[in-house]
């Protein structure tokens, strides 16, 4: 596939988001400190922002309002009008995280602001009161590398880290629902979480992804997380809160006695947990590296596909709705489309058009823009 190039950067574009609301509106952060946003109705950048000295690693737009940018840099977030070209002074800039920040993230049903750093701790900062809401820490004892809100749960998001832990918060409490720890063995041989103390490609979680509400029905209670062993983990995000529910039911009873027809019951219904989450890896034609970003797609079926980026240089194209019905028994024919690179992957975003609807930022300063179905 011969990708249309999108020049603007002076070092290795880090991350891009598309507008919802505005088809072809794209905007993407470098290493050089800058923001670049591009219309691809036109041939070049629109305009550059420069930031400051320090790489910008994750932007994002706040919901209901586009012209809104937030920019992660170092330890600061700084709030742009696009609008408000040639003039590009921050109209708001927060400083509350301890450490280098790796992803900042806008809820989509209120106006929190999430970012996750190098401490491994999340900062929830109210844009409307423009202070610092929450703190949530305690659980990553190492970098937390991403962090996404959950749309039909206003009060709950999601993290994960480099200390192989995926973190479900009520962060209105600041306090987790429940973690998965990818290093640990799961007890189901089907479930893959990677060796523990496994050295060579460690089950990192690089990325997560949360569908919208309004996306492709069955997908809506899901997140998919990006690992540094080549998997995709895709959570029931339900069935692991019941889940934790029923555990800390089992303990309040456990003085209780147990028949036999009751443990039955029990190992069923853990049996049923443990599948409702499934895994794209190298098995069925997934990434042979790391899975760098993921990313559910916003062209045709909203939600339809699942879109991978990797550091062995490829996307991969996920067909979900396949693995989102009880009719699809097996998930092992999902995989649409492969693209290969000719550099890892850093980032990926999808677009609302129907064609120039895949932007992947690799270790150049070029974007690649595909067109893909």
């Known amino acids: 596939m011969n990708p249309r190039r999108l020049k603007g950067h002076k070092a290795a574009a880090t991350c891009c988001v598309a507008s919802r609301l505005r088809p072809g509106v794209i905007a993407s952060s470098g290493e050089d400190g800058c923001i670049c946003l591009f219309d691809l109705r036109c041939k070049d950048v629109l305009f550059t922002i420069d930031v400051g000295e320090e790489p910008v690693s994750s932007l994002c737009f706040k919901t209901g309002n586009e012209d809104i940018l937030y920019a992660s840099s170092g330890t600061k977030v700084s709030c742009f009008d696009i609008q408000m070209a040639p003039s590009w002074k921050p109209l708001e800039t927060y400083s509350y995280n301890k450490d280098e920040i790796n992803q900042i993230s806008f809820s989509t049903k209120s106006n929190f602001l999430a970012a996750a750093d190098d401490s491994g701790e999340v900062k929830i900062i109210d844009s409307c009161q423009q202070s610092l809401y929450r703190t949530l ?60 103390g496994q050295f060579f490609n460690p ?160 270790t150049s300063k070029i974007l690649k823009i595909y067109t893909v179905a």
């Open 137 to 196: 820490r305690m659980v990553h004892t190492s970098i937390c590398s991403c962090v996404q809100f959950v749309p039909w749960k206003p009060w709950t998001a999601i993290t994960g880290g480099l200390d192989l832990k995926l973190a479900i918060w009520d962060f209105s409490k600041g306090r987790p629902h429940n973690v998965i720890d990818y290093g640990m063995a799961e007890p189901d041989s089907n479930i893959t979480n990677g060796n523990a």
């Open 203 to 362: 089950a990192f979680v690089h990325s997560i992804a949360v569908p919208e509400v309004d996306m492709l029905p069955g997908l809506n209670k899901v997140c998919a997380a990006a690992r540094g062993d080549g998997v995709i983990d895709v959570i029931d995000l339900e069935v692991e809160l019941a889940n934790m529910k029923s555990k800390s039911s089992s303990i309040a009873k456990r003085s209780q006695p147990r028949s036999r027809k009751s443990d039955a019951q029990s190992a069923n219904t853990m049996g049923q947990v443990l599948r409702k989450r499934t895994q794209l890896d190298y098995s069925l034609g997934g990434h042979t590296a790391g899975v760098s970003c993921v990313s559910f797609s916003l062209f045709g079926e909203r939600g339809k596909f699942l879109i991978s980026g990797g550091n062995d240089a490829s996307v991969k194209l996920w067909d979900w709705s396949k693995c989102s019905y009880p009719e699809h028994a097996s998930c092992s024919t999902h995989l649409s489309l492969t693209v290969n690179m000719n550099r890892k992957v850093n980032w990926l975003c999808t677009t609302p058009a129907d064609s120039e609807n895949l932007v992947v930022c690799d």
